[in-house]
């Protein structure tokens, strides 16, 4: 070699080996012109006989040595005195050649295969985007009418079912209903004054819905004495013995992962008893990640959330999963996104959740969709997983093709 280079103040070769010195260490380049590089690369400028593919493949086998170099307080760094001292073993021509060539062959067939792979994993997502569209337009299983209409009995008549406009006028009455014996029992969990009807909406915006379906609110769907609230503003330290507390990063994909919840004080929990978790509560993030969703398993009961996760309370005479479902749309978590506000973070305001719109189908036709989503999004999972599996497999092949040409096993 004709020299390691450990500054950016002279023009180094076309073909020069580069490797990144600071964190992140131990990434490699080759130069495919003259290039000057700043001090978090060291430069290896070989002779004419070496071949820098050669070099460039073994410092990549080579990265675990490469990082056991580095040292420092701040940030780790490999010195020039240090990366000096890497062995790299270069064999008579034209072994080299030979190496590199099979290296490149064999990754030619892998890099095929993981592209392969990346586009399974782009259409699942796109399919998994699909079943949820069609879920919230109605096309994923026969409608309450449709079905309706093929009774013997009905054909000839207009069908009779309960459609989303009549379990809507349901809800609202059994709403208004508790309030008032709650308020009856002096619970000062109902508020003051007379009961207000919460707000309605058009169907600006939605698409056309199914024949038996109605549009509603966040707030009709929502519970009188529990509205939607904020979480724990400062949760404090995770403690062993504390109680369950729900954020951002442990929901995803209607999926809430209770692996790693954080555990806090009960007496900071207390402080928010509108967040206090019963299970069944629609979650909904409203900070950096807007709009991720899931529903409150029961064994959260007594567990409270992040002031980044609102929590909805909603009526159990609809399904919390199909209200669920209908903000997982990539559409309705588009619209949610749009009306969110850049602060530090993008942060989406409760009112804006509590004013937003969500389709009813009829009891029924809800429970339907719900099921045959999650039987076709279980299938996605598997085959994610899988594909995840074999493009972890190929990162270990191409580790393991590496190890092979160098140490011949």
């Known amino acids: 070699m004709e020299g390691l280079a450990n500054s950016g103040a002279q023009i180094l070769p076309k073909g020069t080996v580069l490797f990144s010195s600071r964190a992140p260490i131990g990434y490699v380049a080759i130069a495919a012109n003259p290039v000057a590089t700043n001090q978090g690369f060291k430069s290896f400028a070989l002779h004419d006989e070496v071949i820098p593919d050669f070099v460039y493949y073994y410092l990549q086998r080579a990265k675990d040595l490469v990082v056991s170099l580095a040292s420092g307080t701040t940030f780790l760094e490999i010195s020039g005195k240090k990366a000096a001292q ?60 449709e079905l309706a209409r093929k009774k013997p009995e009905t054909r000839n008549l207009k069908p009779e079912f309960e459609t989303g406009e009549q379990l809507l006028a349901r809800i609202l009455a059994e709403r208004r209903k508790h309030w008032l014996a709650r308020r009856s029992l002096g619970d000062g969990g109902t508020g003051k004054g007379k009961y207000k009807e919460p707000a309605t909406t058009g169907t600006t915006g939605l698409p056309k819905l199914p024949e038996g379906w109605c549009c509603a609110t966040v707030e009709q769907l929502n519970l009188a004495n529990r509205p939607c609230a904020y979480g724990v503003l400062q949760p404090g330290d995770d403690l062993q013995d504390g109680i369950p507390f729900v954020r951002v ?123 045959e989503v999650e039987r076709r999004l279980s299938v996605v999972d598997e085959l994610e997983a899988v594909v995840t599996a074999n493009l972890q497999r190929a990162s270990r092949l191409r580790k393991s093709t590496l190890q092979t040409a160098f140490t011949g096993g």
């Open 249 to 371: 990063g442990d929901i995803n994909d209607g999926k809430l992962d209770t692996s790693n919840l954080k555990m806090i004080s009960p007496v900071i929990a207390a402080q928010y008893p509108r967040t206090k978790l019963q299970g069944g509560e629609l979650a909904i993030t409203l900070v950096g990640a807007i709009g991720r969703t899931a529903i409150i398993p029961d064994s959260l009961a007594g567990g409270n959330t992040a002031r980044a996760v609102g929590i909805v309370p909603l009526s159990k005479l609809l399904s919390a999963h199909w209200v669920e479902i209908w903000f997982r749309n990539p559409r309705k978590i588009a619209e949610m996104t749009a009306k969110s506000h850049e602060v530090a973070r993008k942060t989406l305001n409760l009112e804006d959740v509590r004013a937003a719109s969500v389709a009813l189908p009829p009891l029924a036709e809800q429970t339907r969709i719900v099921a």
């Open 86 to 145: 890497i062995p790299i073993p270069v064999p008579p021509i034209p072994e080299p050649r030979r190496i590199v060539a099979e290296i490149e062959k064999q990754f030619t067939r892998l890099e095929a295969g993981v592209a392969a792979l990346k586009r399974v994993q782009a259409n699942l997502k796109r399919y998994r985007a699909a079943i949820l569209k069609a879920a919230c337009e109605g096309r994923l299983v026969p409608t309450e009418a």
